[in-house]
């Protein structure tokens, strides 16, 4: 996993995390507990009733141990999207057993 997040420095990745919330955004840094920092991060809204949102975000961390997915984006499918079509139900939240 180190080897693809070192791989992703400086492109663009979407983070999915435990609370279903989604986050796109340059990789710029992270830490040996993959904590994560992305610059121009955007957070995507989904509402079945409404469009997509994009939030601005700026330069925003996640913690690592909050972290289910995180993906490179590739930008020519994303740029290609209307988003204004785009109505679907949010991620529900991870359930974590210990």
Known sequence: M???IESSIDQVVQVIT???RVFTGFLISFDQSMNIVLKDCIEKVYSKEEALQLLKMGVYMIRGD???I???IDMDLEENLN???IKVDP???MKIHL
């Open 2 to 4: 180190v080897s693809y």
């Open 18 to 20: 435990n609370e279903g």
């Open 66 to 68: 909050n972290i289910s």
């Open 70 to 72: 995180i993906s490179r």
């Open 83 to 85: 988003l204004d079509e």
């Open 91 to 93: 991620l529900p939240s």
